[in-house]
């Protein structure tokens, strides 16, 4: 087994993804700001905010208009957010570091994991692209990751569910898991990890347990 599980946040740990779909392109619509659920899906999902795409949505929108629907958001994610479906399962055998690496700010990471109930696993152990120059698909922050944990790339693993995560695991030159078990998954996502040439491919936790003890 590896010394260290380097795990995304959103869609990978915490069922958010989905969620986020539903009621930001909802909110997005009501300011004229129309992205179909595939599109959000395949475009906005793991997406930092420095990405063309999602910086001409957030143009279009408007600062006001933005914070309206990150507050519909939150209120969503305080009612119905949830871990990924076992994942716990899969943590509370885990031997070795764990922590989080994600684009999402260290803010909101740690309040994510918190109402879900996942942060006893991780503690301080969260990595913010927020706090480095370049997020995913850079290898920023991973290698930001292993050096503070003092743990040498070969004998790491990552968790990721986009395809800037694998990237970014791949630039770093570690081992990468590309999970699928989130529920926003459709056959059009898996098309585009599957090209990426992930080390592992793992469509639930049953099968991502399979991997990371192997």
């Not at 010394?3 to 959103?10: Q, T």
């Not at 279009?60 to 009612?79: T, V």
């Amino acid at each position: 087994m590896k010394k260290l599980f380097i795990f995304d946040c959103d869609g990978t740990l915490i069922d958010s993804e989905i969620l986020a779909c539903q009621v930001l392109t909802q909110a997005w619509a009501e300011h004229g700001v129309h992205v179909s659920p595939d599109e959000f899906l395949l475009k906005v999902v793991g997406k930092g905010g420095n990405d063309p795409f999602v910086q001409s949505i957030h143009s279009r929108l408007g600062p006001e208009a933005r914070r309206k629907a990150d507050e519909e958001l939150e209120q969503e994610f305080e009612k119905n957010l949830a871990p990924v479906r076992g994942i716990k399962a899969v943590l509370d055998d885990l031997i070795g570091q764990l922590c989080v690496a994600s684009n999402s700010s260290p803010d909101y990471v740690f309040r994510a994991l918190k109402n879900t109930g996942l942060d006893p696993y991780f503690e301080d152990r969260v990595f913010s692209s927020h706090q480095l120059k370049k997020p995913k698909p850079a290898p920023d922050l991973f290698l930001h990751a292993l050096k503070i944990l003092q743990c040498p790339a070969k004998e790491a693993i990552v968790i990721e569910d986009s395809a800037s995560g694998i990237l970014a695991a791949q630039n770093a030159g570690v081992e990468v898991v590309a999970f699928m078990g989130g529920r926003h998954f459709k056959p059009e996502n898996k098309k585009n990890l599957l090209s990426l040439g992930a080390d592992h491919y793992c469509h639930d936790t049953n099968e991502l347990r399979a991997v990371l003890f192997s």
